[in-house]
C-alpha cells in the first residue's frame, strides 16, 4: 500500500529565502506525481505535475523534481514572498487510471 | 474554462441528521473523485467514478455514506446518518483520461460541522 510522507510538517522563512519542500513515497512504481497548494479554507490548487520518465518540472519561480528510485519528489520555491504562505501537498499517483494517494502537507508561513 | 463546482460551500447539522453534496466536474472530464479532507490531514478517497461507473469505493463507510453520478457528469455525496466524526471538508476533483496527462483539479470544497 502506498504511503506519502512530507518533512517538515511546518516551516517558517523569511522573505527573499530560497526553499525546499520534500515529498517521500514507499513504492516507487509511480504514474505521476502532483504537487498542490492549498490556502486555508480553499480546494487544492495545482502547481506542477510531473510525469514517471520526467525528472523535473519548472513553472515560474517553482521546480519540482523526482527521484523514483529513491521515492522522493523535493519542490523548490525560490525568492519566497508572504504570498507563498499556505499549505503545500504532494500526490502519487500509482497507474493509470487510478487514485491519487495524498501526503499530509507542510505548512509554509513566509515572514514579511 | 470553469472549473470543478461544488455546492453547499458550507453546512452546519446534528449528528443523525442526513447532508448531501453537489459536485459539477470541467466539462469533458470523465473521472470525477470525491476526498474527504480532515483538519491538518491530506484529503483521503471516498470514491472514484469513471463516467457513471465505480472505479473504486473501497474506503467509502457504505452503511452511511452513498455517491451517484447517474449521467456521468455531476455527482452528489449523501451521508446518513451523520457522525460526529463526518466533520471534515469535501472535496470534489475531476481528470481528463489520456495518457500524458491525468492531472486532478480541485473544487474549493464543502465544510460539514456536525454538532
Known amino acids: 500500500k502506498q504511503e506519502v510522507t512530507q518533512i517538515p510538517a511546518a516551516l517558517s522563512v523569511p522573505e527573499g529565502e530560497n526553499l525546499v519542500l520534500n515529498c517521500s513515497f514507499t513504492d516507487s512504481a509511480i504514474y505521476n506525481l502532483q504537487w498542490f497548494r492549498q490556502d486555508p479554507g480553499k480546494g487544492l490548487t495545482s502547481l506542477l505535475l510531473?510525469?514517471?520518465?520526467?525528472r523535473e518540472q519548472t513553472s515560474g519561480r517553482l521546480n519540482a523534481s523526482l527521484d523514483k528510485s529513491s521515492g522522493r519528489s523535493t519542490l523548490y520555491i525560490a525568492a519566497s514572498q508572504p504570498g507563498d504562505s499556505a499549505t503545500y501537498l504532494c500526490a502519487v499517483r500509482q497507474g493509470y487510471g487510478q487514485n491519487f494517494v495524498f501526503g499530509p502537507g507542510t505548512r509554509l508561513s513566509v515572514l514579511p | 474554462e470553469a472549473g470543478v463546482a461544488q455546492s453547499p460551500r458550507y453546512k452546519i447539522i446534528e449528528k443523525r441528521q442526513s447532508v448531501a453534496f453537489w459536485c459539477n466536474p470541467i466539462?469533458?472530464?470523465?473521472?470525477l473523485y470525491w476526498y474527504q479532507q480532515i483538519l491538518g490531514q491530506g484529503p483521503k478517497l471516498l470514491i472514484q467514478?469513471?463516467?457513471?461507473?465505480?472505479?473504486?469505493d473501497s474506503q467509502l463507510p457504505k452503511d452511511r455514506f452513498s455517491a451517484e453520478r447517474l449521467k456521468g457528469v455531476d455527482s452528489t455525496l449523501k451521508i446518513q446518518p451523520a457522525k460526529l466524526e463526518d466533520s471534515a471538508v469535501y472535496l470534489c476533483a475531476s481528470s481528463p483520461i489520456g495518457r500524458n496527462t491525468g492531472e486532478l483539479f480541485f473544487g474549493e470544497g464543502s465544510r460539514l460541522t456536525v454538532l
Open positions: 467514478f469513471q463516467n457513471n461507473g465505480v472505479v473504486d
Open positions: 466539462s469533458g472530464h470523465a473521472t
Open positions: 510531473i510525469q514517471s520518465s520526467q
